[in-house]
């Protein structure tokens, strides 16, 4: 019996190594597939849509701390808890307002295994459909352009996963290619983008759309952990997508160049979740933002100059905005203004951290800006520890 299930076992596993091989070996030409090739220090991979959303309901920092202050909850937790959230909720966090898939506040604090994962399964597959249609708009796109769709999250499981229903409310062929990544955390985005740009340099895809969603609301926990309490006060609900293409295609071109990784498992439990009680609990370190703008600096500088670029080169900042403490670091670590990192520290004023959806939120704001054109710099960090760099061309 065994020797037949290793069999079975090992039939099942080349098929699968071949049919992965076959889908990013480059499709014959006959196919008529696209053309785009990665090299050593670049790609053909351009950004030629970017569409963001979040829930309808905003909620200011300080209702919060009302609603707090009205549940159960107030009187079950310390009193050392109890002025923690009062000084995230009240204080100079950098986060005024978040959008949350709650239609009041007082269900922020409604947690149990069913109500949560309901709040997913009926926000998630919205938003990130709702981000989709707005990024193919931009683009200039319909549904069945798409050759694949690329979907990231982390604040709730689904099977099928997220990709199944979004192309459905997309209304995506039926042979688009689908690939779920779940359980990078807030660095996400990039990892995305760089399967996004192995799936076009194949040849196999012309058009892919990336898109990261999270239900931060769906992955709400209270006890008396301080980087737990932190974390409820932080994080937003949203969505970011991106139509990817093998050519500018006559939109203001935004070409990914080149990208680099750095992972970190000694540092992983500083910044994860775990299951406790049927539920996702944030564990967050007080020691995050050091090391998130350590490992930035790192796989920045190595990438520019695997590129050949000069930092002073860099005229956009695109930065993972991860919280007030983060966006500090970045500045000192990464000898960056105010006014770099202005479009970051606005998406986290505006929105909290939105986890792996927030760089898109970045980008979008910083290319309506009056950012320069030339060499811009985008970087997302997160569990694991891990953190990715890309470097853009943009005109």
């Not at 149990?112 to 709702?130: E, G, I, S, Y």
């Not at 193919?136 to 996963?161: E, F, K, M």
């Not at 290619?177 to 660095?187: A, N, R």
Request: one cysteine or more; hydrophobic letters at 45%.
């Amino acid at each position: 019996m065994f020797d037949g299930y290793s069999m079975d076992l090992r039939w099942i596993t080349g098929v699968f190594a071949l049919s992965l091989q076959s889908l990013l070996q480059p499709a014959p030409a006959a196919f008529g597939a696209g053309t785009g090739r990665q090299t050593a220090l670049g790609s053909n991979m351009f950004i030629t849509g970017l569409g963001t959303a979040v829930p309808p309901q905003c909620y200011a920092q300080q209702a919060g701390w009302e609603a707090f202050l009205q549940s159960t909850l107030y009187h079950q937790l310390q009193p050392r808890s109890r002025a923690i959230i009062k000084k995230v909720l009240n204080g100079s966090s950098g986060i005024a307002t978040r959008h949350l898939a709650l239609d009041n506040l007082a269900q922020a604090f409604d947690l149990t295994p069913d109500v949560l994962h309901a709040r997913f399964t009926r926000n998630a597959p919205l938003l990130a459909a709702q981000a989709g249609e707005r990024a193919l708009a931009n683009a200039g796109h319909q549904p069945h352009d798409i050759d694949a769709l690329v979907i990231s999250t982390c604040t709730g499981y689904l099977c099928p996963g997220l990709t199944s229903y979004v192309a459905e409310r997309l209304g995506c062929r039926p042979d688009v290619l689908t690939f779920d990544l779940v359980g990078q955390g807030c660095v996400a985005a990039l990892p995305n983008l760089s399967a996004s740009e192995a799936l076009l340099a194949s040849g196999r895809c012309q058009r892919v759309l990336s898109i990261c969603v999270e239900v931060c609301s769906a992955a709400l926990y209270f006890d008396d952990d301080p980087g737990v309490l932190i974390s409820a006060c932080l994080f937003g609900d949203g969505a970011g997508a991106a139509v990817l293409a093998n050519s500018p295609e006559g939109k203001r071109s935004v070409k990914w160049n080149t990208s680099g990784s750095l992972l970190q498992p000694k540092n992983r439990d500083a910044l994860r979740f775990e299951q406790k009680a049927g539920m996702l609990r944030n564990i967050l370190a007080p020691q995050v933002p050091a090391l998130a703008a350590e490992h930035a600096a790192t796989v920045l500088d190595q990438v520019l100059a695997r590129a050949s670029v000069r930092r002073e080169q860099v005229t956009g900042w695109v930065m993972h905005p991860g919280g007030r403490d983060v966006l500090l670091a970045m500045r000192e670590r990464l000898d960056l203004t105010e006014h770099d990192l202005r479009w970051s520290a606005a998406v986290l004023r505006e929105f909290g951290n939105l986890s792996s959806a927030s760089v898109y939120f970045v980008l979008q704001a910083t290319l309506g800006d009056s950012t320069p054109g030339g060499y811009w710099w985008m970087s997302s960090f997160g569990a694991g520890f891990s953190c990715h760099g890309a470097l853009l061309e943009v005109e």
